[in-house]
T-cell receptor
Framework: GDSVTQMEGPVTLSEEAFLTINCTYTATGYPSLFWYVQYPGEGLQLLLKATKADDKGSNKGFEATYRKETTSFHLEKGSVQVSDSAVYFCALCPQGGSEKLVFGKGTKLTVNP | ETGVTQTPRHLVMGMTNKKSLKCEQHLGHNAMYWYKQSAKKPLELMFVYSLEERVENNSVPSRFSPECPNSSHLFLHLHTLQPEDSALYLC????????????FGPGTRLTVT
């Protein structure tokens, strides 16, 4: 079945460091791919998405590129801030659409000043 | 009010109580979801409603009873819960077409004593 694997956390960085959170997926065809972020005490928020191969999703300085050849959708940010401290979830929606998203386990990021 | 709202935000209940969680979406979506988020466990999909019809029920115990009276409202009725049911309960909604990204509410933090 479809699945999402993301790097185990927690990840701890200093402010202005470069961030990469790896995400790979298993699915048939061309799923849609998403990154969600969950700030402390809140629900999940859609951070960015990509719906076809080679698409780059971007938002708030975060980027992720849909790589079909490596079945990956790694999240990157060039310079993290303390306010980026949160849990990040990679997710996919199977090709053709589905009411059921497949989520990774989440990666907790802590950014220290 | 915009987005997805959930009430109450916090709930403490005894094992013999009956309570209900409420979710409302103001996005014109026609699919709604209940998730359970426990500490150190992956996000668990509990129920999916599409056009007010339940389309997914992931082996959830009968002490959790969902209700979807219309496409904007979703309830989770709780009775005779166990301490292990303590968790963050998240509601989400999405369109039934397109890339199916889900929009989440802030969650209800439930503690069963």
């Amino acid at each position: 079945g479809d699945s999402v694997t993301q790097m185990e956390g927690p990840v701890t960085l200093s402010e202005e460091a470069f961030l990469t959170i790896n995400c790979t997926y298993t699915a048939t065809g061309y799923p849609s791919l998403f990154w969600y972020v969950q700030y402390p005490g809140e629900g999940l928020q859609l951070l960015l998405k990509a719906t076809k191969a080679d698409d780059k999703g971007s938002n708030k300085g975060f980027e992720a590129t849909y790589r079909k050849e490596t079945t990956s959708f790694h999240l990157e940010k060039g310079s993290v801030q303390v306010s980026d401290s949160a849990v990040y979830f990679c997710a996919l929606c199977p090709q053709g659409g589905s009411e059921k998203l497949v989520f990774g386990k989440g990666t907790k990021l802590t950014v220290n000043p | 009010e915009t987005g997805v709202t959930q009430t109450p935000r916090h709930l403490v209940m005894g094992m013999t109580n009956k309570k209900s969680l409420k979710c409302e979406q103001h996005l014109g979506h026609n699919a709604m979801y209940w998730y359970k988020q426990s500490a150190k466990k992956p996000l668990e999909l509990m129920f999916v409603y599409s056009l007010e019809e339940r389309v997914e029920n992931n082996s959830v115990p009968s002490r959790f009873s969902p209700e979807c009276p219309n496409s904007s409202h979703l309830f989770l009725h709780l009775h005779t819960l166990q301490p292990e049911d303590s968790a963050l309960y998240l509601c989400a909604s999405s369109r039934r077409t397109g890339s199916y990204e889900q929009y989440f509410g802030p969650g209800t933090r439930l503690t069963v004593t």
